[in-house]
């Protein structure tokens, strides 16, 4: 089992990041000084993955354009002699071979995923949720590859959060197979605490095997009235093997506006052209409250 092909799911309206996300997608909102799909696709990239679909829809050919050269723009960036503003737009580009297709109709995650059925073919692929960055000294993407190559089995990406919390997620019921490694016999999407089966939450990474499209296919509309990746995944896991990593990392959801603050300020205090600037500015700052 070799994982070398990713999904990105990216086709959402941006409705919590309003009105920003209107005619800008949310994706695409700069942290620091990369968009935000750049530090997913990054993430994708130094896991291993060399193929990458974007599942997108008609007001976010933004995405398309960002990850394709720019030559008028690069032969202006040569003659002025700006080599490392030339370095880091041609490095966007060439991170790995990127690949499209829409969501036409807004119809919940499970459907964007089998969106990409003909793209992944036969192979486990890894799906990375187009709001989700995390920081981690050894990509968590990479983290969850390891234990389904290991295990022959789908993965899930999880962390434990508050009881209060768990209705935001999906719960997943597991039983320990090492340190951080458990197996998942079943799962629910935003339940409450009293139908939580643990306070592990699956957090915005997946491993899956090519299973899951069948699923999707006859999945009915759940929660929402969409179709849900949760329960096909509560499908899969029941006919087959999955297993949920405790991935070691920071999440950062950038979906809705604090989170994209919190990502901002902690990737910009690491920057090395902002990181002193800013820890002096926000001192200054904290002066005056």
């Not at 692929?125 to 993407?141: E, N």
């Not at 719960?171 to 409450?192: C, G, H, Q």
Request: proline share 5%.
């Amino acid at each position: 089992m070799k994982v070398r092909k990713a999904v990105i799911p990216a086709a959402g309206l941006g409705t919590r990041m309003l009105p920003a996300t209107k005619t800008v997608p949310k994706e695409m909102l700069p942290m620091v000084d990369k968009p935000v799909i750049q530090y997913i696709i990054e993430e994708a990239v130094a896991s291993g993955i060399e193929d990458i679909l974007i599942v997108t829809n008609r007001a976010k050919s933004a995405m398309d354009d960002y990850f394709d050269y720019y030559p008028e723009l690069e032969t202006r960036l040569n003659q002025a002699g700006k080599d490392k503003e030339l370095s880091e737009v041609r490095r966007a580009a060439d991170l790995a071979n990127i690949f499209y297709v829409r969501q036409k109709e807004t119809k919940g995650l499970g459907h964007a995923i089998s969106r990409a059925r003909r793209f992944v073919g036969d192979e486990p692929f890894a799906v990375l949720l187009g709001d989700d960055i995390m920081r981690a000294q050894r990509p968590v993407m990479g983290q969850l590859i390891a234990a389904a190559e290991k295990y022959g089995a789908s993965c899930v990406g999880v962390q434990k959060v508050s009881t209060e919390a768990i209705s935001k997620y999906s719960s997943v019921k597991i039983s320990p197979l090492e340190e951080r490694i458990f197996a998942v016999s079943d799962m629910n999407e935003k339940p409450t605490p009293s139908e939580m089966f643990s306070s592990y939450a699956i957090l915005g990474r997946y491993v899956l095997t090519p299973d899951i499209f069948d699923i999707l296919e006859r999945q009915a509309p759940g929660y929402g009235g969409e179709i849900q990746l949760t329960d096909g995944l509560q499908t899969l896991c029941k006919q087959s093997k999955m297993v949920a990593v405790d991935f070691e990392g920071r999440r950062y959801d950038t979906g809705n506006l604090k989170g994209f603050l919190e990502a901002t300020i902690d990737f910009a205090l690491d920057h090395p052209e902002t990181g002193a600037w800013l820890k002096s500015y926000i001192k200054d700052k904290a002066e005056l409250l």
